[in-house]
């Protein structure tokens, strides 16, 4: 499960569209030791980091390339592209901790940020910017899970789960069409 939880968070990183978030609150599901939880997060902002790195590096060279890979993309949209270069033209840094938290892809600010900072400094940001939302789901999937509707069965926690992320992503993509 951690191989597919690092290549599910490089692969967000870079090209896919559904977040690390649905893979890390599954398995959280399914573990009765919060550490694991944590070393599953962990792994994910490993994959993160690394995919976020090689994009900052493409961008470094071909921005423009990688502006139009970005584009090819399910849900990503020029109006996501503006937005990250005005908040970061704002605030590098607080578009880097805040931007992924509100449904604009990460991809995108790795794509952006050798616009506005270092390779140094996007990889600090990278970390809590990716990790924050990664914790905040996935512990909540375990405390549901563990505490809260700890007596009701795998399959059931499945279902809800399953439940949970399909209305998330209707919703996501009747914002963000992903076309």
Known sequence: MMILIFIWGFSEAVWFFIIPDVI??????QIKK?????????VAVTGAVIGGTGIFIWSSFNAEQAEAFMMGIPAVHG????????????STFTALITGPLFGVPYKLFAAAAPEYTGIA????????????RFIIVSSIAYVLSNYIFKTLGARIKIIIWLCVWMIVYVIYFSIHSPF
């Open 34 to 42: 919060f550490k694991y939880v944590l070393y599953a997060n962990a």
């Open 121 to 132: 400094l996007f990889l600090l940001f990278t970390v809590p910017s990716r990790l924050l």
């Open 79 to 90: 109006y996501m592209i503006e937005h990250v270069h005005r908040t970061m033209a704002g």
């Open 24 to 29: 890390l609150s599954l398995y959280a599901l």
